[in-house]
T-cell receptor, first 110, second 114 residues
Framework: KNEVEQSPQNLTAQEGEFITINCSYSVGISALHWLQQHPGGGIVSLFMLSSGKKKHGRLIATINIQEKHSSLHITASHPRDSAVYICAVGTNFGNEKLTFGTGTRLTIIP | KAGVTQTPRYLIKTRGQQVTLSCSPISGHRSVSWYQQTPGQGLQFLFEYFSETQRNKGNFPGRFSGRQFSNSRSEMNVSTLELGDSALYLC?????????????FGPGTRLTVL
């Protein structure tokens, strides 16, 4: 079982829909990161959180430490939101590193 | 503030050769991490450098090595290239420990091994 599981793997939605991407992890973490990767490879950090909820524009990230679960929400989705969204957890027990989920490919249709 | 830069952006090598990739972090960032991204394995951590010292290392063979200079610029080297080393290599910089500091990623170097 992977340490970081994301769902769904692929998501296609109509413009304007509310989007939810889920991330579950099985290890103790220091923080959880949500990343966005556009075609061509560039990765942008969207959020880093260790508790509660963060909001930036139309993006909202939440984390439940007890349940080892995080969600990324996109409100009023737009075709420019089409990208791969990657969840990563930071662990610092012994060997510190980021461990990544396999990503969710989001396609927003106009 | 300039972002993270990586050179070269594209590279084609043949099996058995070696390659050196370069990463210049954001000014003031002392931590540089390297990652390999492949379609099959996704993103995987290679190693992290801080103040010229390798602080953490992923599960990669010894053919993968790196170093960091006093100005925080970092290089990674892959010797005796194999076909399976074809990947996008990304570096990321942060103020300190990557597990709980925002990571700023470079555009990546796409390596093709023939």
């Amino acid at each position: 079982k992977n340490e970081v599981e994301q769902s769904p793997q692929n998501l296609t939605a109509q413009e304007g829909e509310f989007i939810t991407i889920n991330c579950s992890y099985s290890v103790g973490i220091s923080a959880l990161h949500w990343l966005q990767q556009h075609p061509g490879g560039g990765i942008v950090s969207l959020f880093m959180l260790s508790s509660g909820k963060k909001k930036h524009g139309r993006l909202i990230a939440t984390i439940n430490i007890q349940e080892k679960h995080s969600s990324l929400h996109i409100t009023a989705s737009h075709p420019r939101d089409s990208a791969v969204y990657i969840c990563a957890v930071g662990t610092n027990f012994g060997n510190e590193k980021l461990t990544f989920g396999t990503g969710t490919r989001l396609t927003i249709i106009p | 503030k300039a972002g993270v830069t990586q050179t070269p952006r594209y590279l084609i090598k043949t099996r058995g050769q070696q390659v050196t990739l370069s990463c210049s972090p954001i000014s003031g960032h002392r931590s540089v991490s390297w990652y390999q991204q492949t379609p099959g394995q996704g993103l995987q951590f290679l190693f992290e450098y801080f103040s010229e010292t390798q602080r953490n290392k992923g599960n990669f063979p010894g053919r993968f090595s790196g170093r960091q200079f006093s100005n925080s610029r970092s290089e990674m080297n892959v010797s005796t290239l194999e076909l399976g080393d074809s990947a996008l290599y990304l570096c990321a910089s942060s103020l300190d420990r990557p597990s709980y500091n925002e990571q700023f990623f470079g555009p990546g170097t796409r390596l093709t091994v023939l």
